[in-house]
């Protein structure tokens, strides 16, 4: 995510700055830049990593003891120089830095460029800039920025300088963390402590809907709407390591617990408030004319990511009515494809640079295919080679294991799936003129998706115990921790759960991890069922989806009778399975295609906990890298 840097006092604060960023890269970024105040106002900034920026600096030396700096993970507009923080207002006066996304940031640039304002960049930040710059004409900072933020929705996180009160640092808080650290007539701003930990352990956290004014020898801190507020200075006790990953012992378990807030971020903006549209820059204007009606879609992705994309081909198929087929994309582009007319490829990547994805996706679109992406990383290769898509916003992910990327992909196919709903609707409506979803069915989903993120903190709450390590996963990790075999069993949309839960153990705990739909299981896998053989059964279900939970009961009746010990993945309150289990993890309910969602939660954290217990790495496992750009 991106990371925010502030300093005003009495050293040159290009230096601090610097340093300040080189602390933050750990966070993910792909372009930085730093703005300080001497004469007037001085900017420089680079995309790519911070030694870049660094040698900038050495040609063009920052003067000043007051400047910000940023590392931007691009949301709106590509990681290029001109998108790179900190953005400026139409007369170089005000520098910003924003970490966090602004919901309403379009109508704003429309209603400023009305006004006269002068835009460079694709940012939604850049809004900021100018609202503060028409404010500040006649008042001070402070004033500028509450009047300024009091007309944003969103998220943010702001560190904003001025050269026409070149000895202020005014920031805000609204979703987006900042920290302010205190030190003798020298203050430090970052979006996360490390960046202030060498220069002191006295801090501030300001508190959503929080302000503060920094200058030369004091500070005041106020509401966003000018109440002052005394807060407290804490001492940090934590050391550097610990901060990089919140307090985690490592990025893979972060960022499965960091899932509530990654999956609301994949959310933002999509939803329309009445909760039966769903809005995407990709479909907004419809196809081209050359993609009159679409026939086929393929998904294509690799490793995680097709897992979650075989969870959208059911979801996708079922609604639409159009075949929808998940391929790896490792094998479709060296095998003799057949694409039809009109098909509709989505590539899904985290990464957005997987060799073999972006291979099958310049192959589909030989042959005719028109592409969209689902994508992690903005201005990945990926996401500038396909004609539209999504862009899942859940931060970057750095475990190697792939966690958050996979829940928010399948949010994020289920978002897109309901606009393609609608959109088919209008050009291409089925036989009988039914429409594909229903107001009532697409409210249903939407109402689903967004208690999704408490659904998902109540799975982590009710099977992790960070603290006291009694959780029902760590249990069960104790007692399997030395097993060889694993064999992990669905139906279903829980069928690719099946194949992430094994993926996701083999990886990481090198235990040999079988992912199978039940289904399956009698034409060959059974033979592997005995005593010994752990069975994780995946069997939640939505009461409304014809899928046959019966039959999965007979699955698991197949397993004990041949001695096959369960781990039963189950709906709260389930009195069937349970009953066959001698382990049991509880989620509650949801519509069948967002079972994955909160099914693959508990899994990620028995791999990632079966690992610890063997003495691994989880965040960096043996033979594998984070992102596969070779073949
Ligand atoms: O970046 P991508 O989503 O394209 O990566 C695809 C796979 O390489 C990736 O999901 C891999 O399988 C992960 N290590 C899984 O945890």
Redesign the pocket.
């Known amino acids: 995510m991106c990371g925010i840097v502030g300093y005003l006092g009495t050293k040159d604060a290009m230096p601090i700055l610097l340093e300040g960023l080189k602390r933050l890269e750990y966070r993910g970024y792909d372009s930085a830049g730093m703005a300080t105040i001497s004469d007037g106002l001085n900017l420089t900034k680079a995309v790519g990593k911070i030694v870049i920026l660094e040698k900038e600096l050495k040609r063009r030396s920052l003067a000043g003891s007051i400047g910000i700096a940023h590392t931007r993970w691009a949301t709106h507009g590509e990681p290029t120089i001109i998108n790179a923080h900190p953005h400026v207002d139409c007369e170089g006066v005000i520098a910003i830095a924003h970490n966090g996304i602004i919901e309403n940031y379009r109508t704003l640039r429309t209603l400023l460029k009305r006004e006269g304002h002068n835009f460079k960049t694709e940012t939604d930040t850049e809004v900021i800039a100018h609202l503060i710059e028409k404010y500040h004409e006649d008042a001070s900072l402070e004033d500028a920025v509450q009047k300024a933020l009091a007309q944003l929705k969103g998220a943010y996180g702001i560190v904003v300088i001025s050269t026409k009160e070149s000895r202020k640092m005014v920031a805000a808080r609204n979703g987006s963390p900042l920290v302010v650290g205190v030190l003798d007539k020298e203050f430090f701003i970052a979006s996360d402590a490390s960046a202030i930990l060498p220069y002191t352990r006295d801090v501030i956290y300001l508190n959503d809907g929080e302000m503060v004014i920094l200058n030369s020898h004091s500070y005041r801190t106020t509401t966003l709407d000018n109440k002052d507020i005394n807060k407290e200075v804490e001492k940090i006790t934590w050391d550097l390591e610990m901060i990089e990953k919140s307090g985690y012992p490592h990025f893979m378990l972060k960022e499965i617990i960091e899932q509530p807030q990654s999956i609301k971020n994949t959310l933002r903006g999509h939803i329309q408030p009445d909760g039966i549209e769903v809005k995407m820059n990709c479909l907004q204007n419809g196809f081209p004319k050359a993609m009159p009606k679409i026939s086929a879609i393929k998904l294509l ?6 897992n979650a994309g075989l969870v959208g081909s059911f979801m996708m198929e079922k609604i639409l009515r159009i075949p929808a087929t998940c391929e790896q994309a490792s094998e479709f582009r060296y095998r003799w494809p057949v694409i039809q007319p009109h098909t509709l490829s989505i590539g ?7 060799a073999d ?1 972006k291979g099958a996706l310049e192959l589909a679109k030989k042959l005719g295919s028109y592409n969209l992406g689902i994508v ?1 990383v903005v201005g990945s290769s990926i996401a500038r080679l396909v004609e539209g898509g999504l862009y899942l916003h859940a931060g970057p992910e750095i475990g ?4 958050k ?1 996979f829940s928010c992909q399948v949010v994020a196919l289920s978002i897109l799936n309901l606009g393609l709903a609608r959109y088919l609707d209008k050009v291409q409506p089925l036989e009988n003129k039914e429409p594909r979803v229903t107001d009532k069915d697409f409210k249903r989903i939407s109402n689903e998706l967004i208690v999704l993120p408490d659904k998902v903190q109540q799975v982590l709450d009710a099977v992790y115990d960070k603290d006291s390590g009694q959780g029902i996963i760590q249990q069960i990790a104790k007692e399997f921790k030395g097993i060889n075999n694993f064999l992990y069993l669905g139906r279903g949309y829980n069928y690719p759960i099946a194949l992430e839960g094994a ?2 153990l083999k ?1 990481i705990s090198y235990i040999h991890a079988e992912g199978y739909s039940a289904s399956e299981m009698k034409h060959g896998p059974i033979a592997l069922i005995d005593k010994n053989m752990p069975v994780v059964i995946i069997a939640p279900h939505d009461s409304e989806e014809p899928i046959s939970y019966d039959k999965i009961v007979s699955n698991a009746e197949e397993v004990r009778a041949r001695g096959g010990r369960i781990i039963a993945v189950v709906n709260n309150g389930d009195d069937v399975i349970s009953k066959m289990a001698e382990w049991v993890i509880e989620i509650p309910n949801t519509l069948a295609h967002l079972v994955p969602v909160l099914a693959t939660i508990p899994l990620q954290l028995l791999a990632y906990e079966i690992a610890i217990m063997r003495g691994l790495d989880p965040d960096k496992p043996r033979n ?1 890298a ?3 750009t070779v073949e």
Do not use: D
Not at 301 to 306: E, I, K, L, N, R
Not at 348 to 354: D, H, M
């Open positions: 992705a690799c490793g995680t990511s097709w899904i990547s985290q990464s957005g640079e997987t994805t992690n190697v294991a792939s966690t990327a993926l996701k990886e594998l984070k992102s596969v």
